[in-house]
Nanobody, 117 residues
């Protein structure tokens, strides 16, 4: 059974850093593009960062230069390093997996990030 488990969310002051982790299991991790999304109450879930199976990385404009995404296929883990955090980064962050060869996707349960001003 496929599973994504996020961790690392916390309360942090503006300007601080956090690293989110997403541990994957139950599917061929190396054959999936991995992403982080975030969502605030009353808003649509929005993409934050993507790392493809070939390690091509893309970021939302709002986090470019502050966030980094990486993956470790050996441990089936994807990370989101968040630096210079802002109150607007406050959200639930979700891990997402999408197969590169067919339409299969999985979501994690989310981890809360709160940035105080």
């Amino acid at each position: 059974q496929a599973q994504l488990v996020e961790s690392g969310g916390a309360l942090v002051q503006a300007g601080g850093s956090l690293r989110l982790s997403c541990a994957a299991s139950g599917f061929a991790f190396s054959e999936y593009d991995m992403s982080w999304y975030r969502q605030t109450p009353g808003s649509e879930r929005e993409p934050v960062a993507l790392i493809t199976s070939t390690r091509d990385a893309r970021f939302a404009e709002s986090v470019k230069g502050r966030f980094a995404i990486s993956r470790d296929d050996a441990t089936q883990t994807v990370y989101l390093q968040m630096n210079n955090l802002k109150p607007d980064d406050t959200a639930i962050y979700y891990c997402h997996a999408r197969a590169i060869t067919e339409y299969i996707q999985y979501w994690g349960q989310g981890t809360q990030v709160t940035v105080s001003s």
